[in-house]
């Protein structure tokens, strides 16, 4: 069992940056963002390796977001840059065996979610 928490969500301007973090209580294979705005599916937003690093994003913030973590920490972090009123959702961390995939039942441990809200 992996316990997950998200932190580090709020209310900021459209261009402003928010770093996300999720805190692991153990390590499966890989970890990831997903995103729910309201009325609509539960999208993925980025992924990371636990044992090389390797990342993958959508593409709707190539270029803007950046997942990351910290071994010793059992810490994934997203950077978020240039942000969009389109990136207001609320942000989950998940956890997966493997690294293939970006649908969100293939993710067995799910945190419990933090706002992001984006104003223009």
């Known amino acids: 069992q992996v316990q997950l928490v998200e932190s580090g969500g709020g209310l900021v301007q459209a261009g402003d940056s928010l770093r996300l973090t999720c805190a692991a209580s153990?390590?499966?294979?890989?970890m990831a963002w997903f995103r729910q705005a309201p009325g609509k599916e539960r999208d993925f937003v980025a992924r990371?390796?636990?044992?090389?690093?390797?990342?993958g994003y959508a593409d709707s913030v190539k270029g803007r977001f950046t997942i990351s973590k910290d071994n010793t920490k059992n810490a994934v972090y997203l950077q978020m840059n240039s942000l969009k009123p389109e990136d207001t959702a609320v942000y989950y961390c998940?956890?997966?065996?493997?690294?293939?995939?970006?649908?969100?039942?293939?993710?067995?441990?799910w945190g419990q979610g933090t706002q992001v809200t984006v104003s223009s």
């Open positions: 990371i390796r636990w044992s090389t690093g390797s990342t």
């Open positions: 153990g390590r499966t294979g890989a």
């Open positions: 998940a956890a997966a065996p493997n690294f293939s995939s970006t649908l969100p039942r293939d993710y067995q441990y």
